[in-house]
């Protein structure tokens, strides 16, 4: 199972960024998946969540609201909407596939390789 993460790029503040997810080695409907974000000398952040269906999705607090996590299981892909971007969201953003919607990375046994996400002030 391969995740690939993309759609990454330099933003201003307030501004908006889709970032895609495509899952190839196994159908995609066969996960949970989950976006995590990572910062320089910090732990992996979960970001939101999604179960196989699409239907039940979990968010972290600081994002509820301004960022939207998606699925497409015919195009075997996934995204995450960001809306609102603060210099804050700067970080690593990966793609991770697992069997429940965690909050840690333990249940999660598939990972891409990130895509870097800039916002400027």
């Known amino acids: 199972v391969q995740l690939q993460a993309s759609g990454g790029g330099l933003v201003q503040a307030g501004g908006s960024l889709r970032l895609s997810c495509a899952v190839s080695g196994r159908a995609s409907s066969s996960f949970v998946m989950a976006w995590f974000r990572q910062t320089p000398g910090k732990e992996r952040e979960f970001v939101a969540g999604i179960n196989r269906g699409g239907v039940i999705t979990n968010y972290s607090d600081s994002m509820k609201g301004r960022f939207t996590i998606s699925r497409d299981n015919a195009k075997n892909t996934v995204y995450l909407q960001m809306n609102s971007l603060e210099p804050e969201d700067t970080a690593v953003y990966s793609c991770?596939?697992?069997?429940?919607?965690?909050?840690?990375?333990?249940?999660?046994?598939?990972w891409g390789q990130g895509t870097q996400v800039t916002v400027s002030s």
């Open positions: 991770a596939a697992g069997s429940i919607i965690a909050r840690t990375t333990g249940p999660y046994n598939y």
